[in-house]
């Protein structure tokens, strides 16, 4: 079965410290997307990849960077220069963002809960 | 600027009872509208909706959408706990997703 992968599933690490975040998608889609998901303020994005050695920033890119090397693997690190990172991280993929209106929704992985202490 | 509200932020039931949850959206060059039900982890697909007036269903839930008051609503009827969830409302527009903060629905037995 096709689907998003996210690894670990729970993550804590000490102030100062950076940490990536894997996601991996077997579903053949061109777009990956990083959300974070903080309570009372729904998913907000951090960044997006169109294609392989190409990605876009979001809204809240600030502290974070990616890579795109494969089409199967957007991996997100958070860097110490993010203030405040304790949040669930979603990773998200589309076969193409616009193509969206002819049924391409975008399809999530289980998430990344990350706790910096 | 491009955004999604949904309301209510929280709603509890009881079981049997119908619920209508809404989203308003303001994007630039509108396409469809998707709603997801989050139970924890990973959001699940629920509906698109790219034309006014028609109603998507799916069981006991529904989805309608309003492109001349720019708005959405999905209905719940004869809830059950398992409705328990954070339902999500997104709008696509130029190469990312706009979503609302979402409704929290608990649904007690």
């Known amino acids: 079965d096709g689907g998003i992968t996210q690894s670990p599933k729970y993550l804590f690490r000490k102030e100062g410290q950076n940490v990536t975040l894997s996601c991996e998608q077997n579903?053949?889609?061109?777009?990956m997307y990083w959300y974070r998901q903080d309570p009372g303020q729904g998913l907000r994005l951090i960044y997006y990849?169109?294609?392989?050695?190409?990605?876009q920033k979001g809204d809240i890119a600030e502290g974070y960077s990616v890579s795109r090397e494969k089409k199967e693997s957007f991996p997100l690190t958070v860097t110490s220069a993010q203030k405040n990172p304790t949040a669930f991280y979603l990773c998200?993929?589309?076969?193409?963002?616009?193509?969206?209106?002819?049924?391409?929704?975008?399809?999530f992985g289980n998430g990344t809960r990350l706790t910096v202490t | 600027e491009d955004k999604v509200v949904q309301s209510p932020l929280s709603l509890v039931v009881h079981e049997g009872d119908t619920v209508t949850l809404n989203c308003s959206y303001e994007?630039?060059?509108?396409?469809?509208l998707l709603w997801y039900k989050q139970e924890k982890k990973a959001p699940t697909f629920l509906f698109m909706l790219?034309?006014?007036?028609i109603e998507k269903k799916s069981g006991r839930l529904s989805s309608i959408l309003d492109k001349k008051e720019l708005f959405s609503i999905l209905n719940i009827t004869v809830t059950q706990t398992g409705d328990s969830a954070v339902y999500l409302c997104?709008?696509?527009?130029?190469?990312?997703?706009?979503f609302g903060t979402g409704t929290s629905l608990t649904v007690i037995p």
């Open positions: 998200a993929s589309s076969i193409q963002a616009h193509h969206v209106d002819v049924g391409s929704p975008l399809h």
């Open positions: 997104a709008a696509p527009t130029g190469n990312q997703f706009y």
């Open positions: 790219t034309s006014s007036g």
């Open positions: 579903l053949n889609h061109d777009a």
């Open positions: 990849s169109q294609i392989v050695n190409d990605f």
């Open positions: 994007v630039t060059n509108f396409r469809s």
